[in-house]
């Protein structure tokens, strides 16, 4: 038998092989991209939740710089009186 002669080939079960690898490879791909497309519109939604959040705590910031601080309180007329009011002991 000459040496030179004879063919070596992967065959069928080389082919199968390369195949079912080149479909994995075709399922991973399309899984990938898949889960980029998702984790970027995920990415926008959490983008465009915080861009509303800010907008209305700065509606609220303003509204709340608005209205009169509580701590202060209210200025009377009555300029005899230095301290609060005190009512009646009930006792």
């Known amino acids: 038998m000459d040496p030179e002669s004879v063919d070596v080939t992967a065959g069928l079960e080389g082919f199968l ?21 998702r984790m970027a519109y995920r990415e926008e939604q959490e983008t465009k939740a915080a861009q509303e959040k800010a907008a209305q705590e700065k509606v609220a910031q303003e509204k709340a710089d608005e209205r009169p601080a509580f701590d202060e309180p209210p200025k009377s007329d009555d300029s005899d009186s230095s301290g609060p009011e005190v009512g009646p002991d009930l006792g």
């Not at 092989?17 to 497309?37: C, E, G, I, K, S």
């Open 17 to 37: 092989a390369f195949f079912l690898l080149a479909v994995a490879l075709y399922l991973l791909m399309r899984n990938m991209n898949a889960r980029m497309r």
